[in-house]
């Protein structure tokens, strides 16, 4: 294992996406080790805006939070943010998510996805941070059945839009590592979970139809796995992350991309089950088949995580899911 370099709190650090999930959870980290972040967010309404006020409310009342509201795809407000702040340190998180919505709504993962990130990345070709951080996501496996799922395996085969935007974000930062000398860290995020997580994700669906009384639809008849990751742990991964650079490879880029997730996949009816136990209620359930662009299995293989960052996740869903479901019954007052 390579030297771990600690946080230095005189760094800047411009986190996008900071109203979304992951964004925020990483920015309360930081501010809470008294790190200077900016958060810019365009806070749309793919999902409830009422929510990602209220994370930005959290972060406006800690000390060392500049927000800024724009639209990673104008690439003057990127431009802007770099002069006005001139981050130390990139983390993309950014983007336009969900599998699903990709298949109806294709326009908004190119501009948030393609263009916005080529924005980030224009700014740091003209800016030269010392790392950039950026989101990628486990569905550009795809559908392959080889498993556990490593950053070596082939991933030209993405089977929803979302996934090929995910896949070419990898290409667009390495060639502007590779040409510019950008320092880049690629995270390959798998089904992260947690407290002040996304509407459009499949736990949280559920908790809202059982708190309603509706059913809730599982896909494949409930044969499906997924590699469910409790959200501090991405979070504690990335953080050891940012000061640490990725050091120059026998190409001489600075490139790395990382699996982030729990190296143990868990039956998806198994973690209906331990939700219905958390949140104290029963779901009714409707079985149907397997979505498209939906893929049956992810399992992340973790060795190079373990490797560079001592670091794996730890949390298992019976004690994520319960942190999930005591903010979840408090926050809709269930």
């Known amino acids: 294992m390579a030297d771990i370099k600690p946080l230095d709190k005189q ?62 795809a104008d690439a003057d407000t990127v431009q802007q943010t770099f002069d006005e702040h001139h981050p130390d340190i990139v983390v993309n998180l950014a983007a336009q998510a969900g599998v699903r919505y990709s298949i109806d709504n294709p326009r908004s993962y190119i501009d948030s996805n393609i263009i916005g990130f080529f924005n980030i990345l224009e700014a740091c070709r003209h800016f030269q941070p010392e790392h950039l951080l950026f989101a990628s996501s486990s569905s550009v496996y795809g559908n392959q059945k080889k498993t556990p799922f490593s950053t070596t395996d082939n991933v030209d085969h993405p089977i929803s839009l979302y996934a090929a935007t995910k896949k070419s974000d990898e290409l667009m930062a390495y060639t502007y590592s590779h040409l510019y000398g950008i320092p880049a860290t690629g995270l390959r995020f798998f089904t992260v979970y947690g407290p002040l997580g996304r509407p459009d994700m499949a736990y949280f669906k559920f908790a809202n139809k059982i708190r309603l ?122």
Request: aromatic share 12%.
């Open 11 to 72: 760094k800047k650090v411009l986190i996008t996406g900071a109203a979304g999930f992951i964004g925020f959870h990483l920015s309360k980290r930081l501010l809470e080790q008294g790190m200077t972040v900016i958060g810019l967010d365009n806070v749309n309404d793919y999902y409830a805006v009422a929510l990602k006020e209220t994370r930005l409310q959290l972060l406006n009342d800690m000390p060392g939070f500049t927000f800024i509201q724009g639209d990673l």
């Open 213 to 334: 009384g509706e059913t809730i639809q599982i896909y494949n008849h409930g044969d499906m796995y997924r590699d469910f990751t409790y959200v501090d742990d991405i979070v504690t991964g990335i953080v050891r992350m940012l000061c640490n650079p990725p050091k120059e490879n026998e190409l001489g880029d600075k490139y790395k991309v990382y699996n982030i997730g729990n190296n143990r996949p868990e039956k998806l009816m198994h973690f209906i089950e331990v939700l219905e136990e958390s949140l104290g209620h029963t779901a009714k359930k409707e079985y149907l088949p397997m979505q498209p662009g939906d893929v049956y299995q992810t399992y992340a293989d973790t060795t190079e995580l373990e490797r560079d960052f001592d670091f794996k996740p730890k949390t298992t869903i019976e004690e994520g899911l319960g942190k999930f479901a005591k903010w979840y019954k408090e926050y809709y007052r269930m």
